[in-house]
């Protein structure tokens, strides 16, 4: 009746250690499990064995017993205990968010501050403003960064920018220039030089058939001559102020 009760403890234990995840959660299971099994089993034969021998020897294998079994749960413990690796969740517009391709701060004044050390680059943004593709500058070479002044998520994707809606997509780019597309052909493109921070840059503003109108500009990267910053404001006209704003306060690290 002892080893019943033996038995049922080392399940309940196993069971435990599944439910609450203690020393390798399920497979920890199998050797408690198995463990009672044997003292159910064996119990009539393990209970002549215990009457016939001494009590001081019995006390020794009930405790090599368990002994043993809490060897193995903390080997297996051991083993097993950096293969559960913490899971991060970061917000946006976090100081760490997706860095190495930029990283986002707060400036005394509220506004907004990106930061991207692989190109050097920093500028400020509207706190209205949230940072969202953000891969600017990576391994791969085609990354780029999106800013929005509203839910991008809950729209109907159709391009169709509401009143105050706008986007701002910026990539990097090989030239200097616009080039149409066929799927958003353009009426009418200006473009003129301008001068802003000591830098020559492109300014370009397109207005498409329909209507919608957008404005471009390409700012070299001092790191790289051959490569430009391509900057894009879609949506409500009204608002392209912010993507001119965004391009006056640019700066370049040295150290890149």
């Known amino acids: 009746m002892v080893h019943q009760q033996i038995g049922f403890a080392i399940t309940a234990l196993g069971i435990l250690c599944t439910d609450f995840q203690i020393f390798g959660g399920t497979f920890i299971c199998v050797p408690f499990s198995f463990s009672a099994i044997v003292c159910f089993t064996f119990e009539k034969n393990y209970y002549i064995c215990v009457n016939n021998m001494n009590s001081k020897y019995n006390n020794i294998c009930v405790i090599f017993f368990f002994a043993l079994i809490g060897l193995f749960a903390l080997g297996y413990y051991c083993l097993n205990k950096q293969k559960i690796l913490p899971v991060a969740v970061q917000p946006q517009n976090a100081s760490n968010f997706n860095e190495p391709a930029g990283a986002i701060s707060t400036t005394s004044s509220g506004q907004l501050v990106y930061e991207n050390k692989n190109l050097?680059?920093?500028?400020?943004?509207?706190?209205?403003?949230?940072?969202?593709?953000?891969?600017?500058?990576?391994?791969?070479?085609?990354?780029?960064?999106?800013?929005?002044?509203?839910?991008?998520?809950?729209?109907?994707?159709?391009?169709?920018?509401?009143?105050?809606?706008?986007?701002?997509?910026?990539?990097?780019?090989?030239?200097?220039?616009?080039?149409?597309?066929?799927?958003?052909?353009?009426?009418?493109?200006?473009?003129?030089?301008?001068?802003?921070?000591?830098?020559?840059?492109?300014?370009?503003?397109?207005e498409l058939f329909g209507g919608q109108k957008m404005r471009i500009y390409f700012i070299p990267i001092t790191a790289d001559t051959i490569k430009f910053l391509n900057l894009v404001i879609f949506g409500d006209d009204a608002n392209f102020s912010v993507l001119d704003n965004l391009v006056q306060g640019v700066q370049w690290s040295q150290s890149a």
């Open 120 to 206: 050097g680059l920093q500028f400020e943004f509207p706190p209205d403003w949230h940072l969202s593709k953000n891969t600017l500058g990576d391994a791969s070479g085609h990354g780029y960064l999106q800013l929005f002044n509203y839910d991008e998520h809950q729209t109907d994707k159709k391009n169709v920018f509401s009143k105050g809606a706008n986007k701002i997509e910026i990539s990097i780019s090989l030239n200097n220039t616009y080039t149409p597309s066929s799927d958003y052909p353009a009426n009418s493109v200006h473009e003129q030089q301008v001068r802003i921070g000591g830098q020559e840059i492109t300014r370009v503003d397109v």
